[in-house]
């Protein structure tokens, strides 16, 4: 009764973006500290020894993830990785995590073991310490909020709004194998519905799911670039798939950029999984998302500095805004990337 | 068929209090930066300049709110004062927010910017920024989590665990008048719900639904102690009612504690309407919550620091352990305080 609107415009008009950008656009900030608020993988909050980066993240039972596939010690563990992946993408290091949870009555404190069994493994992993919560019920399902506060240096942290025109665009790592997994639990999923006697069929499968319930953010990267003395220009992580963070880079940084099909690294799996489920695997890891790389530019001078580094792949370079965001096939066409992001209200 | 437990317990044989302890019991801080984890208003971060102070909270549609009579502004301003207030009560400064919420289908974008509009009014007139959050969907309901980033000095930081006997228990501003408040806007819900035409009656009660729906935090308190040279020995903010928060005083400082009923400061609004729903006023003090005023402990020899204090009141003090947490009745009688805390799973 007290919340009667007449206009109703749907969300979905706008897209996830479109409503943050219109929900935040009159809010300013107040404090000094604030170096950068709402916008990039994390916050930015000056301190006399460098700068605290917090990120949070909400995972919501039938939106984020499913418990028929994902067991609770992989989510708590996920819950967590997802959250240092965007500290990791400042060029910062996770130290604290905050986790808050909504729960059913359907939830015994042996399931709630579990999901903080895998909690306490990604802590012990990264060597993030868990420093607060809450813990309340909900009226359906299972929601999952963390935020994760990290350190990092002023001069080192890496934004998305900072690429230039000539910087060479990278990526950690290889894309598309999270989705292909999520497609693989989806079947097997779908089969254990409509005949709950089949055992699922998973064989040879690990790669791919794996990827999906158990990903990794890259703090050895991190690690890397320290060592190697190279700070990348710009840095996103890829949480939505590649076309969005591209987009998302190229959009603050008001700049374009081109993507070589070819230079895009996909996993043998992926290729083959793509194929089996009549996908192009291109498409796989331009829209899939949830591959937790990091995407991120480098000056063209620094090139020497991760030419001979693993897992660092060279998929094209930043361009004239005017240029467009574009795809290089590797049968000689330009496709123009569109951003992504949720509609799925 | 991943998350079958054989063994099941129920969280209510735990409680809310008893299901943290229990899921973070094993949990190590491997940070040097972590000065506190679980177990305060707020973590506390030390930084060069002093210290970080983080506080989280989950509100959930159906658990914390509910619509019928919450206007969206005013739960935004909520959700934001709710999680300042345990700032302050470490006797710290909210310098930055992050907001997530996951929302159905059913909320407009007009609905969202009432939302961010309370959660704007909130960050004005406290200073705080909004500095990050998640934005996503959800299968039913809203879900609004919170976090707020303070800023202190390590020395002033009040803790829960840091009482002595002999302190004196004060608490800012009266009791009860949320829960009252709460109560009213029940009552008319139920009234609208079996008669529509009806229109709600809440003359005359604006000072007790202002209490329930438009929360202030004490951030003249925490100004007041700074200009009197005042640092409570002990601080926790009132936001599940006086025994709960008295029992937390108590059990982390190791001490006991007596309240004396004639201490416990009343609205006139508050004595009224608890009579009209024929119950106790003190009962609603100790058992209501959502006051969010300070309660928390001062050394004896600092009485004359907040004797001529304005909305300060001294309830009691702080005794050894064994004596036990006790109200000392206006009839003269001793009751066991007990702890409360959700069981409403």
New interface residues.
Partial sequence: ???D??????????G?FG??D???K??????A??L???GDD??V?E???GV?L?????L?????FD??????KHLGYKAVVVNLSDIYAMNGIP??I?V??????R????????L?AGI?AA?KYY???????????????L?I?V?A?G?GKKETTTYRSTASVGDLLCVTGNLGAAYLGLQLLEREKQI?LSNPGVQ?DLEGQNYLVGRQLKPEARVDMIELFAKSELVPTAMIDISDGLASEVFHLCKQSKVGAFVEESGVPLHPDTELQAINFKLDPITCALSGGEDYELLFTIAPDQIEKIKYLPDIYIMGEMVPAADGINLHTKGGNVHAIKAQG?R??
């Avoid at 609107?5 to 706008?14: P, Y």
């Avoid at 009159?26 to 404090?31: A, K, L």
């Avoid at 060597?127 to 919560?133: A, I, M, N, T």
């Fill in positions: 009764m007290v919340n609107f007449g206009k109703r415009t749907d969300v979905n008009e706008l996830e409503v943050i219109h929900l935040t009159n809010f300013v900030n107040r404090n500290s604030t950068k608020g709402v994390a916050a909050i301190t006399k020894d605290k917090v990120s949070t993240d909400f919501v039972e039938g939106i984020h418990l028929m596939y994902m067991p609770l130290e604290q905050t808050s949870i909504a729960i059913s009555n939830f015994s404190v042996e399931a709630l073991e579990e903080y306490e802590c060597k993030v310490d868990l420093v607060g919560g809450d813990t309340t019920s909900s009226p359906k399902g929601v909020s935020t506060i350190q254990y699922p949720w799925h209200f």
